[in-house]
């Protein structure tokens, strides 16, 4: 009587989680570089809530409600934004071939 063939190559387990949890951290920084602006807003405007959508526009273009504009911070967000993205997008790439 022939051996019966089995199934194997499956993912470890350890392997399937460094997977997840490489991606969720990868959304994760995603996700807090995308919205640094309204954190650094809210943070800043514990005591008056009104000037939370005015701090969160200046802080992602650097232009106040006054009409100055702040290109220092227009940069900031800009590589913020950029280098968050870029390093979440690499840990999801890692966690992929993981």
């Known amino acids: 009587m022939p051996k019966k063939k089995r ?24 996700i807090l570089g995308a919205s640094h602006g309204v954190v650094k807003a809210v ?18 273009t650097g232009v106040d409600y006054s009409g100055s504009f702040d290109q220092a911070q227009l940069i900031r967000s800009i590589t913020i934004i950029g280098a968050s993205l870029g390093a979440g997008w690499l840990i999801k790439q890692a966690a992929r071939r993981a």
Request: aromatic share 4%.
């Open 7 to 30: 199934r194997r190559g499956g993912m470890s387990g350890i392997r399937k989680a460094v997977r997840k949890w490489g991606s969720a951290l990868g959304s994760g920084i995603i």
């Open 43 to 60: 943070t800043e405007s514990l005591g008056d809530p009104k000037q939370i959508p005015e701090r969160t526009l200046r802080n992602y």
